[in-house]
């Protein structure tokens, strides 16, 4: 059993910066793949940047150059440094992690264990 909280979000002005920590506790295994996932209203979850133990990287187009994705081992945290804000990365931004993610590392039903989500509000 995994038990994952996010902190760090808010609202900012387009272009502006903002950082999310996401910390894991339990199972060390079960975090092997760590993920940052967004929902946007009457939109489908997508996943933003997800990370291996290993430090195995990805990241979805839109926010390539802008986003930067970070792990912790020792601590078993992430972060995502999100840079460069746009109102379309308004969203809840969700941590996740798999100890297998089997169906790849940007894929929602790879992960089975989920945060409870924090608000990223960026307005133009």
């Known amino acids: 059993q995994v038990h994952l909280v996010e902190s760090g979000g808010g609202s900012v002005q387009s272009g502006g910066s903002l950082r999310l920590s996401c910390l894991a506790t339990?199972?060390?295994?079960?975090?092997?793949?760590m993920a940052w996932f967004r929902q946007a209203p009457c939109k489908e979850r997508e996943g933003v940047a997800a990370v291996a133990r290993v430090s195995t990287v990805t990241y979805t187009e839109s926010v390539k150059g802008r986003f930067t994705i970070s792990r912790d081992n020792e601590v078993n945290t992430i972060e995502l440094h999100m840079g460069n804000l746009k109102p379309e990365d308004t969203a809840i931004y969700y941590c996740?992690?798999?100890?297998?993610?089997?169906?790849?590392?940007?894929?929602?039903?790879?992960?089975?264990?989920w945060g409870q989500g924090t608000q990223v509000t960026v307005s133009s």
């Open positions: 996740a992690t798999d100890p297998q993610a089997t169906y790849g590392m940007s894929a929602p039903r790879s992960y089975h264990n």
């Open positions: 339990g199972s060390p295994d079960a975090t092997f793949f």
